[in-house]
């Protein structure tokens, strides 16, 4: 009998709804050929799905109340009482009662955290714990302090930064074992003083799911996805109307841009019109990939690394991002992506790839070969789960 490992995860998996979902499917899809895995996720019935879950899989759903009560209670009792809004938010005694149960009922060779921000539900149980970094949120928490447009939000970024870096610190030395996407993400980790790894388990995308295009579409199609609920992506977005788009489309009147994501703030969707559309939460994101001239990532602050410019190297989308969209990725300048920071370059990218189809044809065959070689989620989530199977990188 396959030994038991119990994961724990913030929302469901699925194989394209948004980053964090899309790797937990992935490396839940992995490690059940290892384990029996007993799965337990938090739910939101305002986002009302029950996952995708990867055969082998025995998942239990466990309701939490609605997202738009929890934020402002998790922010108030951030402020008064201490600690991270990010653990209050997914705090849930439901789930810590039936992990309890479940550990005392057969000790599991692993509890895995599919995020930090339930490492201290996994530490509670005194059992063997292993917390996977899907990123550094304490990072992201201080990019929002710099850039966010709302001075509130600035504020509250500031005061979170510390408290996040204090229970990712704690999560780190307490678990038996961690992992993450990047070197970058590594050595933030190592600086909080652990012993042993943390072993690094990027973020892949499915090489069949995304397939490579064989045409590139005859429109003039640049692409943003994201979940714009997040602070940083709906920055990003406010950057690109406000800053580049009026740039491309002077130069390329057919151009359009679609934006993909849920949960768009009012002041974004105003922005809508012939050429800027709002798509909603896209589901299967495919179709748009396959219709998209250009990809864009006007990240502005963040933190890991973006499933989305992995998804649009795999389809054959050619993408401009910012330094910071790309971080910890390991495409090569000019020949794999191009990289600007400012709005007149990011433009300038945008509209040359619009215009050079054969440009961004060598483009997009260069990343997909990238992708290929090193970010193909079969082999990633292989790794992860023999690593959690012989024990390496624990302590």
Not at 70 to 90: D, I
Not at 213 to 229: N, Q
Not at 361 to 386: C, L, M, S
Request: aromatic letters at 6%; glycine letters at 10%; hydrophobic letters at 45%.
């Amino acid at each position: 009998m396959k030994p038991l490992l119990v994961s724990l995860l913030p929302r469901p998996p699925h194989p394209s709804r948004d980053g964090l979902a899309i790797r937990n499917h992935a490396l839940l899809s992995a490690l059940a050929r290892e384990f029996r895995v007993r799965a337990f996720t938090l739910s939101d019935p305002e986002r009302p799905y029950d996952g995708d879950w990867p055969p082998g899989v025995e998942a239990e759903i466990v309701r939490q109340p609605p997202r738009r009560v929890r934020r402002p209670v998790a922010a108030l009792s951030s402020l008064l009482a201490g600690g991270a809004y990010s653990e209050r938010l997914y705090r849930s005694s439901s789930l810590s009662r039936r992990l309890a149960e479940v550990v005392a009922g057969e000790p599991p060779s692993w509890i895995v955290a599919h995020s930090y921000h339930l490492a201290p539900a996994a530490l509670r149980t005194g059992g063997p714990v292993w917390v996977d970094f899907h990123n550094l949120d304490s990072e992201i928490w201080r990019r929002t302090a710099e850039t966010a447009g709302s001075a509130p939000v600035r504020w509250f970024a500031r005061v979170q930064e510390g408290r996040v870096l204090s229970l990712e610190g704690t999560a780190a030395r307490a678990a038996k074992g961690l992992s993450c996407v990047s070197e970058r993400d590594a050595h933030a980790l190592r600086a909080f003083g652990i012993r042993v790894g943390p072993l690094l388990v990027p973020n892949g995308v499915d090489l069949v799911r995304h397939a490579f295009r064989r045409e590139a579409p005859r429109g003039e199609t640049v692409l943003f996805i994201g979940d714009l609920s997040w602070p940083p992506n709906a920055d990003g977005v406010r950057w690109l109307l406000s800053s580049v788009w009026p740039r491309v489309r002077s130069r390329r009147p057919g151009a359009r841009l679609a934006i993909v994501g849920r949960s768009a703030p009012a002041d974004l969707l105003r922005e809508s019109g012939p050429d800027v559309v709002f798509a909603g939460e896209g589901g299967d994101a495919r179709a748009y990939w396959l219709d998209a001239a250009v990809a864009a990532v006007p990240l502005l602050s963040g933190g890991g690394t973006r499933l989305k410019i992995l998804e649009a190297a795999a389809t054959g989308v050619p993408v401009v991002s910012t330094r910071v969209g790309a971080e910890g990725l390991d495409f090569p300048d000019e020949s794999e992506i191009l990289r600007r920071d400012d709005s007149g370059s990011f433009a300038d990218a945008v509209v040359s790839l619009l215009a050079d189809r054969v440009a961004a044809g060598r483009q997009a065959a260069a990343a997909r070969a990238r992708v290929e070689a090193q970010y193909g989620w079969g082999p990633i989530g292989e790794a992860f789960a023999r690593a959690l199977a012989n024990g390496a990188g624990t302590r």
